[in-house]
Nanobody, 125 residues
Framework: QVQLVESGGGLVQPGGSLRVSCAGS????????IGWFRQAPGKEREGVAC????????YFLDSVKGRFTISRDNAKNTVYLQMSNLKPDDTAVYYC??????????????????WGQGTQVTVSS
């Protein structure tokens, strides 16, 4: 069974940093665009960032540019989202998602057929 498994969420103080990971289980990530999405309480899920198989990245939210970095380690079959200078508004469940191999990055969640279960990130003092 194809699985994406997120980890690394938790509670962090404002201004702090956190790295969340997305690992493929019986599912190779290296040739696919991988996106990170988030959903805050009472809000719709939104695209955060995406990384292509080439390593090229796109950040969908202006609010995370300069603070979040998406990267991949193909040897570990894992994609990361490094989050710095975190703010309370970053509190959300963070999901990773994968597209088919011949697709490009997209901010539309309907474009991603494979999803992880999500990891909670809470930014609070």
């Amino acid at each position: 069974q194809v699985q994406l498994v997120e980890s690394g969420g938790g509670l962090v103080q404002p201004g702090g940093s956190l790295r969340v990971s997305c690992a493929g289980s019986r599912f190779s990530l290296d040739a696919r665009p991988i996106g990170w999405f988030r959903q805050a309480p009472g809000k719709e899920r939104e695209g955060v960032a995406c990384i292509r198989s080439s390593g090229e990245t796109t950040y969908f939210l202006d609010s995370v540019k300069g603070r979040f970095t998406i990267s991949r380690d193909n040897a570990k079959n894992t994609v990361y989202l490094q989050m710095s200078n975190l703010k309370p508004d970053d509190t959300a469940v963070y999901y990773c998602a994968a597209r088919f191999q011949d697709r490009d990055c997209s901010s539309g969640q309907s474009e991603y057929p494979y999803w992880g279960q999500g990891t909670q990130v809470t930014v609070s003092s």
